[in-house]
């Protein structure tokens, strides 16, 4: 992977703002929002959430009484998660370093996969999509939750909307310069897809089944259009 190391240096860097992130997702009670997605998954299923950052999902899972495999490949990420996690000792959690487009589990591991703003940051999507299909025990659902983070790049319409969301979140960079990973999103395929049409299309072709798509966010544009910016796909395994 020609950015997997500059990706992962970045996030480490950024995990400290991240965490205040999910801190105040948590303290206005942005977890509720995500319940219902994981109503009908029974109590202790494996779950693995990947590339769980400082651990917004994994806590919430864990809340559910899942036994959950929290995976990242930024070092600093885990250590934020792990320090979240703390707080609530009776978790069935373990955490482990890898890389979300190469698993080291076995087939048929898990009965749910969960993913949150992870997919578009990474080189090889599809790739991953497979292995994630690959992990997931027959009958096991796939949670995605991201966004169109990296159109603007390509896209007049979401370059306005970037301007307004940065302006947003400048006080969780906490210095950071996020020119890394723009010029890095340039290579990165995601970037030039307005989602989850893209998803929808490749988790068919991977495989899954009863796929659906839900609209989490959008933004109004001047001439009154609603662009999308975050969003859920959900998917099974036959």
């Not at 303290?27 to 029974?42: A, G, K, Q």
């Not at 969301?165 to 310069?177: D, F, N």
């Not at 659906?212 to 036959?238: N, Q």
């Amino acid at each position: 992977m020609k950015h997997l190391e500059e990706i992962r240096r970045y996030w480490d860097s950024r995990s400290e703002g991240y965490r205040m992130q999910v801190d105040e997702e948590i303290r206005n009670h942005r977890e509720e929002e995500y319940r219902t997605f994981f109503s009908d998954l029974p109590v202790g299923s494996e779950v693995l959430d990947i590339g769980c950052g400082p651990g917004f999902f994994t806590r919430l899972l864990s809340s559910l009484s899942m036994k959950v495999t929290a995976a990242d490949y930024s070092e600093e990420m885990l250590t934020q998660a792990k320090n979240l996690l703390s707080e609530t000792p009776d978790a069935q959690v373990r955490f482990l370093q890898t890389d979300a487009q190469k698993l080291p589990f076995d087939t048929d591991a898990f009965d749910a996969v969960v993913s949150r703003n992870l997919v578009w940051n990474l080189e090889n999507p599809e790739s991953a999509y497979r292995k994630w299909f690959r992990v997931l025990k027959p009958g096991g659902r796939l949670f995605v939750f991201d966004g169109n983070h990296y159109c603007y790049l390509f896209d007049k319409t979401y370059a306005d909307i970037h301007k307004a969301q940065t302006e947003q979140s400048k006080h969780i960079l906490l210095g950071v310069k996020t020119s890394v990973i723009d010029e890095i999103a340039e290579d990165l395929p995601l970037s030039r897809h307005v989602r989850p049409d893209w998803d929808k299309a490749v988790l068919a072709k991977v495989g899954f089944v009863n796929i659906s798509t839900e609209i989490l966010k959008t933004v109004e544009t001047r001439d009154k259009r609603l662009m999308p910016t975050h969003f859920a796909v959900v998917a099974r395994k036959p």
